[in-house]
Each structure stands twice: as C-alpha cells, then as structure tokens.
C-alpha cells in the first residue's frame, strides 16, 4: 500500500531567523532610605506644609467639619460671641479612603481626614503628624464606648506620643446630645489625660451650625504656628 504524499500547502515554511536580541535588565534608583520615605523626608527638610490628622468613627461628622473650616477660614472672621451665619450644611458622603484639604490659618495647613472604616491602616499616616483632631459623635451613646478604645490605640501609637491632641465632642446642635461633663465620665477623660504623654484638649462642637469651630481654628493657628 502506498502512502499519499501530502502536498506543501500554501503555508510560508519556518526559517531560523536571526536570533532575538537579549531582554534589556532596567535599574531603578531608590531615593535615599526607600520608596515610602519620600513623604517623611520633605516634611523634615521644612518642603512640606504640616499635616493634621482628622479620626474618629464613621458617622461622626468629620466631611461637614472639614468643610465647615475652610469655608470659615476663608469667608468669615468668626469670633467665639458672635459667629457668622454659615447656611445650609452641604451635603456629604461617608469617607470610604482618605480626602485632603488645605487650610490658611495663616500657615498652609493639609488635613488629612481618614474614614472611619479605615481604622486599622491608620497607623500608616502616623509619621506624618504634626497634630491630631478626634472627632467623637456626642449624640450617638452607642458609639461611645468604640470611640473610646479608638482613642485610647492612637494615644498609645508611639509616633504620636508627643502630638497635640484636640478632642471634639461633635453634633451638639442635636437634643438628644450627651454634654461634655456626660462625655468625659463615659470616657474617663480624667484617667486618659493623666495618663497620656501628649497634650489634650477637648472642646465641644457642631458642624451644622458653626459652634466651637473658632475656637478649633484659634486652637489650630496656636498649635501649627510657623517655628521661630
């Protein structure tokens, strides 16, 4: 039996080729002590302007505060007897990462707000601190006792042990808010502070109707004032 041959199609037969040039092998300079201490590094050396973190659980009111003293700092002079008239609250969103905001107090200020559920990452934006805002939801008792061990981990972060910290006890415009006397028992201020190595401050506020925030703003120009 004889096989049938099997006619060359029209297929271009495979010729070796000159060989392929060899993968060029790039190098890449890391700045002096790695990637991640780019940010750390310029705030030493005096290039970037200090940073204010703003914490607290979800919920708390953090996005209208923030916005609240931009606008003041940048329309009004609000002192603490006669504050100015701030309007309607705009509306805002849970923060689900981190939103950056500049401040003129009149130092260039960048508040670093961070969402609630980004509690166990905070740590990594520590060694960018110059000060610290915890804001707490004074109307919400059942948040109280999270916010607590909240505060209690970050006054513990080494990092910060030498931080001011400023407190604020949020959404007193609401009835059924806790006062500051209520707060510091449920919060054992007194054993917090005393036990504390950094400086804390608590005031008592509300971002819908302007109340405290002068005083948050005059706390920030005596903490974040230019070196001399």
């Known amino acids: 039996m004889v096989s049938a041959r099997r006619r ?43 940073t204010l973190l ?19 700092q940048r329309e009004t002079q609000l002192s603490a007897e ?10 805002t969103l849970p923060t ?8 003129r107090l009149p130092r ?29 939801d004074a109307s919400n008792p059942t948040q109280v006792s999270s916010s607590c061990i909240q505060l209690l981990s970050v006054l513990s972060a080494a990092p910060l042990a030498s931080v001011p910290v400023l407190v604020l006890f949020n959404k007193i415009d609401l009835p059924c808010y806790m006062s500051l006397v209520e707060m510091k028992s449920l919060f054992r201020m007194q054993d917090i502070v005393s036990c504390a190595t950094q400086p804390i401050t608590m005031l008592e506020t509300s971002a819908r109707d302007g109340t405290g925030l002068a ?10 004032k230019d070196p001399c």
Request: hydrophobic content about 35%.
């Open 54 to 72: 703003l914490l607290g659980a979800a919920g708390g009111g953090k996005s209208l505060l923030v916005r609240r003293l931009r606008h003041i």
């Open 108 to 136: 260039k200020v960048t508040v670093r707000e961070l969402g609630g559920c980004m509690g166990p990452i905070w740590p990594s934006y520590y060694s960018e601190c110059s000060a610290l805002l915890f804001v707490v």
């Open 96 to 103: 689900v990462g981190t939103n950056l905001t500049d401040l």
């Open 8 to 50: 060359p199609g029209p297929f271009r037969s495979l010729r070796p080729g000159p060989s392929p040039a060899p993968p060029r092998h790039f190098r890449f300079r890391l700045p002096p002590g790695g990637a991640a201490s780019g940010g750390g590094s310029a705030m030493a050396a005096g290039r970037c302007p200090p």
């Open 215 to 224: 005083e948050v703003l005059q706390w920030l120009r005596t903490t974040l």
């Open 82 to 91: 006669e504050p100015a008239e701030l309007g309607e609250p705009p509306a």
